[in-house]
């Protein structure tokens, strides 16, 4: 027997009404009424809107997605959610509502799951009735609805698809079923990119059963599964492609301590949400942690145990398939452990599987959360609950067999069923404040916004985010899976966005990094005083800027257009030669470091106050038309950069000249922008004989280093 296309669309639709069924209060008002929070949940509405913006437009630009400008590939932040936003995006296209977008796919993920364990189950037990059980066991699993804030967990249902594909071709040897594989892989790693290594564990363990067992032809079904695994990635590489760029570029790397967080502790396989089920009522010192509350349900392991006391019993087809998903269940639960195993919060395994897997599995080590290895856990026990059924079923006479059926999924339902599902309003035009500055950035000329404050809260950030839906410009702001570079920069208090004393100089640098647009909104600086003080020193720094075009006052929010950059002549390529080493330098402090400045080591450095005297000269043996001075800079001192430069050059009759004296901070940003890591500051000068050039850090700063790690001079032909 096989599954037919009409009664797969006969078990979606029944799973998609169920799925409306247990979330029923959010379909009172879908088009601005939201699951869970205005989080995680807010940032993959937008996702998707964007996602479906871009599917207009043939997917052109849709990894540079209008958040952290001036950085580039910034989908890759975060999930990218194109394999859903396939499916939903007419839905958005015709209304222009991501918030009811986002419900369609919401629900349209739970159905996908169902369907999809409904294939598998089937697979493995030939049985319509205890598929559906075990359709229902992964569809409507407790940690499916722990996770609404986070849809990529929700849409989980290709990968039972891509198991079903698999064991498809090792039952008919047919190459069309590892495509099948190849797509469903695609389709959910583009639903929720960690699905990329919580695949490798079932779907390693059911091939790896399927070649042991074909002995006939076994050397073909190898040829086959790799040439399978390579289609696989060739479908997968241009997504993997960004992400590796994106990690590559901005060092998108989790430390131990966010793994360790987000880990799973022994007792969360006991924890249960505590608006889940007929269980939601029982004391279990829950986290709070919809990531760390993990309890399966008590349906589905009794289940799963009779599917095991079968296997026991008997040596059939079943009890295979319960040894393999067996395997796959604790398999996926040891690595949700993470690198150390605690158990109620105690080490008792300090050297876990998932820490040999983190350092010998390329991209591993992007996880936060390891303790989402458990859907793939409950995809296992779905199986065997399957076969349990199957088994349970089998004994009861035909005529009851239906009601038997739909006793036990009532009874899964009744465990996973959320009571009420969590909900919080949202305009799907966004805040009212946010609604009307869109709006009139509509209307204007393109350029880059920035929203102050800058890397605040981040439902604050997010509903900046959210109006580029509506005026499509580019912003500085945003709240993703990582956080930008500039962001990064933004929240140190001695950077160049909190400079309110040379704030003009500021301002100079957002225009040469193309920003266009400044938007303050007063009620989003919160309560305290000093969030206040610095609500008027920006407000007011930018009027005593002398660069703003155009003001404006909407809700209370304050609109600047700044005047348009014209960037300074730089000298070509064609007019720079070799870097100038003949050259003796000396400084007014440090001297035990000046030979730092040219040992060619980016960690080293000379450092000197910021006092308005700290220099560093060079010497020549002759005159040079010094065109470009380059101070290397690092992460590790980044705010000791300088505020203020003055270089002055003095000719072989003794004669000074002044070739640049202001603020660096537009050719500081360029150096950020570059190389977060380290910066390279180019100063252009006009030209000049030189036989002596000194630069000063002219700038009284007090309390304030002035680092250089490199020094380079180059001369113009």
């Known amino acids: 027997m096989s599954v037919r296309v009409r009664e797969l669309v006969f078990v979606f639709a029944g799973f998609f009404v169920a799925a409306l069924v247990l979330t029923w209060p959010l379909w009172i008002h879908p088009t601005r009424t939201l699951p869970s ?23 052109v630009g849709v990894w540079d997605a209008p958040i952290f400008y001036p950085h580039g590939n910034t989908l890759a932040f975060s999930e990218n959610l194109l394999g859903l936003a396939v499916f939903v995006a007419p839905v958005y296209w015709v209304t222009a509502n991501a918030v009811l977008t986002y419900n369609v796919a919401f629900v349209l993920s739970i159905a996908i799951a169902g369907t999809g364990m409904y294939l598998l189950a089937y697979a493995l037990t030939a049985s319509r009735p ?117 990690r590559a570029d901005y060092g998108q790397i989790r430390n131990a301590k966010e793994i360790e967080m987000g880990s799973a ?29 993990l309890f399966p349900g008590v349906v589905v392991v009794a289940l799963a145990a009779v599917a095991v006391g079968h296997a026991l019993r008997r040596r059939d087809e079943r009890a295979r398939w319960v040894a393999v998903y067996g395997i796959v269940v604790v398999a996926a639960a040891a690595i949700s452990f993470g690198p150390i195993v605690h158990a109620w919060d105690r080490s008792i ?10 350092r010998v599995v390329p991209g591993w080590n992007g996880m936060r959360v390891p303790a989402r290895f458990a859907i793939v856990a409950f995809l296992g026990l779905s199986a065997l609950a399957a076969i349990g059924a199957r088994a349970l079923l089998d004994r009861v006479p035909a005529r009851r067999r239906s009601l038997a059926t739909a006793g036990l999924i009532a009874l899964i339902l009744a465990e996973g069923w959320p009571m009420p599902l969590p909900l919080v309003a949202y305009d799907a035009r966004g805040r009212p404040v946010d609604r009307a500055v869109a709006e009139w950035l509509r209307q204007s000329p393109p350029g880059a916004v920035l929203h102050l404050p800058f890397e605040t809260e981040d439902f604050v950030e997010l509903n900046y985010q959210y109006a580029t839906l509506i005026h499509h410009h580019p912003v500085m702001n945003g709240m993703s899976g990582y956080n930008s570079p500039m962001q990064m920069l933004s929240r140190n208090i001695d ?97 035990d470091r000046v030979p730092l400045l040219v040992d060619g080591d980016r960690d080293t450095r000379w450092f000197g106050d910021q006092d308005g005297d700290s220099w560093i000269e060079a010497a020549f043996p002759r005159e040079y038309d010094v065109a470009t ?8 001192s980044l705010i000791d950069y300088p505020r203020e430069l003055r270089i002055d050059s003095t000719d072989a009759a003794g004669a000074i000249r002044t070739l640049y004296h202001d603020a660096p901070y537009p050719e500081f940003a360029a150096a950020f922008i570059h190389d977060p890591k380290y910066p390279r500051l180019l100063l252009h000068l006009p030209r000049n004989a030189s036989m002596t050039l000194t630069i000063r850090a002219s700038a009284n700063v007090p309390r304030r280093w002035w680092s250089v790690h490199e020094l380079r001079l180059w001369q113009r032909r």
């Not at 929070?37 to 997917?59: K, S």
């Not at 790799?226 to 994106?246: H, M």
């Not at 395994?349 to 983190?358: D, G, Q, V």
Request: aromatic share 12%.
């Open 495 to 591: 950077g160049p966005f909190h400079d309110f004393d040379r704030y003009a100089a500021f301002v100079r640098m957002l225009r040469s990094m193309g920003v266009r647009y400044v938007v303050i909104n007063f009620a989003d600086y919160g309560r305290a005083q000093i969030a206040r003080d610095e609500h008027r020193r920006a407000l007011n720094g930018l009027r005593a800027s002398g660069q703003i075009a155009r003001e404006q006052i909407v809700l209370g929010a304050y609109l600047f257009e700044l005047s348009p950059w014209t960037a300074p002549s730089a000298p070509s390529a064609a007019d720079l030669s070799t870097p100038i080493l003949d050259m003796k330098l000396s400084a007014a402090q440090s001297d």
């Open 130 to 246: 205890a598929a559906l059980v075990g359709a229902a066991a992964y569809a409507f699993c407790q940690y499916r609805f722990a996770q609404i804030m986070h849809i990529q967990m929700v849409a989980t249902g290709w990968m039972p698809v891509a198991l079903f594909g698999l064991h498809q071709y090792f039952a008919t040897l047919r190459a069309r079923w590892l495509v099948a594989f190849a797509i469903a892989v695609l389709l959910q790693v583009t639903s929720n990119a960690y699905a990329l290594y919580f695949l490798l564990v079932p779907a390693g363990i059911v091939a790896v059963e399927g070649l042991f067992r074909e002995r006939n032809a076994r050397w073909r079904a190898m040829r086959d599964v790799a040439a399978g695994a390579i289609l696989t990635l060739v479908l997968l590489a241009p997504v993997i492609y960004q992400y590796a760029r994106a």
């Open 265 to 293: 502790d022994v007792r969360s396989y006991l924890v249960l949400r505590n608006f889940i089920g007929i269980w939601r009522w029982l004391p279990t010192a829950a986290w709070n942690d919809p990531e760390r509350e």
């Open 37 to 59: 929070d205005l989080i995680d949940t807010l940032l993959n509405t937008w996702i998707l809107g964007w996602d479906a913006d871009r599917l207009r437009h043939g997917l």
């Open 629 to 636: 001075v380059e101070l290397q800079l690092a992460e590790r």
């Open 349 to 358: 395994l300090r050297h876990a599987p998932y820490e040999w897997l983190h």
